[in-house]
Structure formats: structure tokens, C-alpha cells
């Protein structure tokens, strides 16, 4: 069974800084896709940053400010979040895709809240 374990949200002023991780246990095969998603309230889920083999992915909102990172020895994934605003404000989502080739599966964290106030 699919876990993944997140941690790192919390308070922090505009301009600020914090740190998301997240590891992945259970799956057995290999993690093709590890990546970071947030939700506001009323709106849709939204890609920040995703990592693969062939490169990484942002936001065009978080570009120069947040940084993706992955460790495939320990199935884990990092969010360095700098330059906060206070529209960067969500629940912060880890999700991974893994999975045979013929049935891959998303999974997803249960979420951490970032708040950018002052």
C-alpha cells in the first residue's frame, strides 16, 4: 500500500521561506512522477512542480521562487519555497504516479498547509 508522508507547512511571512518534503513508502515499482500540487478553497487542484528522469516542471506563478527536488534512493521529494507571497497561500498536495507501464496510478499525500501572512 501506497504512502505518502508530508511535512514542512506552517506560517511565515511574504517574503519568506519554508521547506516541503515528502517520501513515498509502499510502492513497488519504480516512481516515474513526483511532484507538488495546491488547492485554495473553491478552486481547482493545481500542478506547482513535478519531477521525472527528464527534467522538472513549475508553474509559470512559482518560476525563480520554488525549486523541486528528488532522492530516488529514499522516494523522496522537496519543495524549497522562497520568495513567498500571500497568494501562494494553499493546502499543499505530495503526489507521486507509479505504477506498470499498462496501469499507472496516481497517489496523494494528505495535504499541509502553507500560510504567507503577515
Known amino acids: 500500500q501506497v504512502q505518502l508522508v508530508e511535512s514542512g507547512g506552517g506560517l511565515v511571512q511574504p517574503g519568506g521561506s519554508l521547506r516541503l518534503s515528502c517520501a513515498a513508502s509502499g510502492s513497488r515499482f519504480s516512481i516515474l512522477v513526483m511532484g507538488w500540487y495546491r488547492q485554495t478553497p473553491g478552486k481547482q487542484r493545481e500542478l506547482v512542480a513535478s519531477?521525472?528522469?527528464?527534467?522538472?516542471i513549475y508553474a509559470d506563478s512559482v518560476k525563480g521562487r520554488f525549486s523541486i527536488s528528488r532522492d530516488n534512493a529514499r522516494n523522496t521529494v522537496d519543495l524549497q519555497m522562497n520568495s513567498l507571497k500571500p497568494e501562494d497561500t494553499a493546502v499543499y498536495y505530495c503526489?507521486?504516479?507509479?505504477?506498470?507501464?499498462?496501469?499507472?496510478?496516481?497517489?496523494w499525500g494528505q495535504g499541509t498547509q502553507v500560510t504567507v501572512s503577515s
Open positions: 519531477i521525472t528522469p527528464g527534467g522538472t
Open positions: 503526489n507521486i504516479i507509479t505504477g506498470p507501464t499498462v496501469a499507472r496510478t496516481a497517489y
